[in-house]
């Protein structure tokens, strides 16, 4: 058999993708996957909040496959993933008190906490710098693994760099087939958006992603939670100071823009968006929340429903799912409509202005429609 060189080896790696039970997933399937873990593979698998990338956290040359497979820059930092909150002083230096607290009321659950790193873990975990985000995800399929390989597991989001998280096996694949040794497929995920994460190294606590947890179950045992008012917005070179917060995060191919306003008016102002692309030969299609559904019944055009605005569980859960639905379809422009900040409704904001690119149309403001659609669509900058 021709030798193959080892730089195109990735390319050609056949993805294994094995079904598991969500809730009781069978032990030969996580098997596979540990051993794939313990031999310095990558596997990805379901958590309660989106799909992860996992590598074994102590070992650098498996984490650096987790940058290669995700082109993901080696300046923004994992989350690490443990089965249990007692495996804690693997990973980190020291435990502060709060973090017994946090640990008891959020673990197994979608809170992350940054905390000095500790020895052993391999140090582009965290992009050299000297903290660490650690979690206890909450899904049987993450726990067993981790329980399976008896490791420390550093996992980002399973998606290529700057797209949207997967809540499907599906979305993995699309991403990163033959990226990857396995995937375990245990279904959809439940919360459908990443995890909260608080940094607790500085001087005093800061949220620097709003997510699963909502900032307001915090407050009773982090009363001095610092909750930037809107969302952090680091430009290109930036990132390595503030990871995470780049703009461009969660982008779908489709040009995104958020509707802010009153319904009838987006209705109106969605109509006049329509018209104006359809006579360039753009497509549009529009994300709005269950109960605005009826208004656009006559628009001619792709229109998804990301559930009643009531239940924001439910647009969380299938957020991610809807956008690359309606990217898939080929649409050029997205248009979704705001939900209300507050409990889980602030990281869909956050996750869908993101996905804009921080556009957002203030349907009760005048503007310049013409003008503002133009630029948007031909020279990419970001339009207010
Ligand atoms: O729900 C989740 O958190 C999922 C599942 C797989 O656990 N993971 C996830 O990972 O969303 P990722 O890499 O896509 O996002 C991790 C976030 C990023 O914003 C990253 O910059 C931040 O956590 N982060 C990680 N380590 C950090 C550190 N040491 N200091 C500051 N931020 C950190
Ligand atoms: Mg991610």
């Known amino acids: 058999m021709a030798r193959i060189p080892l730089r195109y080896a990735f390319h050609i790696m056949q993805t294994q993708r094995l079904y598991v039970d969500p809730h009781q997933p069978d032990p030969a399937a996580i098997a596979v996957a540990a051993a794939a873990i313990t031999g310095g593979q990558l596997v990805a698998f379901p958590t309660e909040t989106v799909y992860g990338l996992g590598a074994n956290a102590l070992d650098p040359a498996a984490v650096e496959r987790i940058f290669t497979a995700k082109q993901r820059p080696g300046t923004d930092p994992l989350i690490v993933h443990l089965a249990t909150a007692s495996h804690l002083d693997r990973v980190v230096q020291e435990i502060p008190a709060v973090v017994q607290g946090l640990a008891e009321r959020f673990w197994p659950g979608p809170l992350t906490i940054v905390l000095h790193r500790g ?31 008896n490791l420390p597991i550093a996992a980002p989001s399973a998606n290529l760099f700057s797209r949207i998280s997967p809540t499907t096996a599906q979305h993995v694949l699309d991403d990163l087939d033959g ?56 430009a290109e070179g930036e990132a390595a100071a503030a990871p995470g917060t780049l703009l461009k995060h969660y982008a779908p191919r489709a040009a995104v823009v958020v509707l802010r306003g009153n319904a009838v008016a987006a209705r109106a102002l969605a109509q006049a968006i329509l018209d104006l692309l359809h006579h360039a030969g753009k ?102």
């Open 179 to 234: 990226r990857i040794a396995v995937v375990l497929d245990g279904g959809p995920t439940t919360i459908g958006l990443e995890s909260t994460v608080v940094d607790l190294t500085q001087a005093s606590p800061v949220l620097l992603r709003p997510g699963g947890v909502p900032a307001e179950l915090l407050f009773d045992l982090l009363p001095d939670l610092h909750v930037p008012a809107a969302p952090v917005i680091a």
């Open 119 to 149: 020895q052993g873990v391999a140090p582009n975990v965290s992009a050299g710098r000297s903290t660490v985000a650690v979690r206890v995800p909450a899904h049987p399929v993450a726990h067993a693994l981790l329980v399976a390989c």
């Open 283 to 384: 497509r549009v299609g529009l994300l709005v929340p269950d109960e605005e559904f009826p208004l656009y019944a006559e628009l001619h055009t792709e229109v998804v429903g990301m559930g009643p605005s009531a239940d924001l569980l439910a647009v969380a859960r299938y957020l991610f799912a809807r956008l690359r639905e309606l990217d898939s379809s080929g649409v050029d422009v997205i248009l979704a409509r705001e939900v209300a900040a507050g409990g889980l409704g602030t990281a869909i904001r956050d996750r869908l202005f993101r996905a804009a690119e921080g556009k957002i149309l203030d349907v009760d403001a005048p503007t310049d429609l013409a003008g503002w659609l133009a630029r948007l669509l031909l020279d990419n900058s970001t339009p207010r």
